[in-house]
């Protein structure tokens, strides 16, 4: 049994951290154990090597190095303790649309399960989102998930979605904002459908904070006045609920989290309150 209680509180849209391939191993091979865990280790290493050479003499927007991307986007999965297949089509999924590779070069190095995902997310990029209507909004949500065999093509494009959320500022200011609203319709939901809510939040406030910096930054002042009288409130609830919990003989799990700035901010305009 899980308890969980709601403080009202943001979380902070986490700062661009390329990383490296140290790193993107050592995670990886923190839970990829066993007889398989050496040739894991190699494919994720080899699919960055063709990454690299793949998009070498690349930049974003941004100016950074483009290899950057494609490993910040492997990095998210191992928050969600992908495999190595899935890691290394994250670190491969740009090689086709961006860099000249094709289909039967990554199938011939990396076989055919990694191209089939690459494929995937690639296809992704390519659906046209002309309407961002509710209605449509909601078949198009649907039709990600149709067209994805694989749901790992989903969870490499929700991850690649992310990372650009977060250094979409280099963006123009037209395609930024349909950049984000994409992002609120799409790509926010989509995650929530599959339970990765942590990736829900950052989605929406990275472009709630891009679409309404003032609010935003309101919002974000507002709440950090009275943190510590909020978490006192939580922690004081929870630990009462702990107690009737134990007295009624019941073994639960008590726990709180941080309630984001869109939630609040949406619900704040619904109930029409300051």
């Not at 390519?126 to 994805?148: C, V």
């Not at 395609?175 to 339970?195: H, M, N, Q, S, V």
């Not at 309404?212 to 002042?221: K, M």
Request: glycine share 6%; net charge negative.
């Amino acid at each position: 049994m899980s308890v969980q209680i709601h403080a009202v509180e943001h979380t902070r849209v986490v700062a661009d951290v390329p990383g490296s391939l140290e790193e993107l191993l050592e995670r990886a091979g923190e839970y990829i154990r066993g007889p398989r865990r050496a040739g894991a280790l190699h494919l994720i290493e080899d699919a960055y090597a063709f990454a690299a050479e793949a998009h070498a003499g690349q930049k974003r927007l941004s100016g950074d190095e483009y290899i950057t991307h494609p490993l910040a986007v492997a990095l998210l999965l191992t928050e969600l303790r992908l495999d190595e297949v899935a890691i290394a089509a994250a670190l491969l999924h740009d090689t086709i649309e961006d860099a000249g590779a094709d289909f039967k070069s990554i199938q011939d190095r990396f076989g055919h399960e990694v191209a089939d995902l690459v494929e995937g997310v690639t296809k992704l990029g390519m659906l046209e989102i002309t309407n961002l209507e509710e209605e449509q909004a909601q078949s198009l949500r649907k039709m990600f998930l149709a067209m994805a065999r694989d749901i790992r093509v989903v969870m490499v494009k929700l991850a690649d979605r992310l990372h650009n959320i977060r250094t979409v500022s280099a963006l123009p200011a037209e395609k930024r904002k349909r950049f984000c609203d994409e992002t609120l319709e799409i790509y926010a939901p989509l995650a929530g459908r599959l339970g990765i809510f942590h990736w829900k939040w950052q989605l929406e406030d990275g472009s709630f904070r891009e679409l309404s910096p003032v609010r935003y930054r309101e919002l974000a002042e507002s709440l950090d006045s009275r943190r510590e009288e909020r978490e006192n409130l939580v922690n004081e609830v929870m630990e009462q609920l702990r107690v009737k919990l134990e007295e009624a003989g019941l073994d639960a799990e008590v726990s709180g989290r941080a309630k984001h700035l869109y939630s609040i901010d949406r619900k704040m305009r619904e109930a029409n309150i300051e």
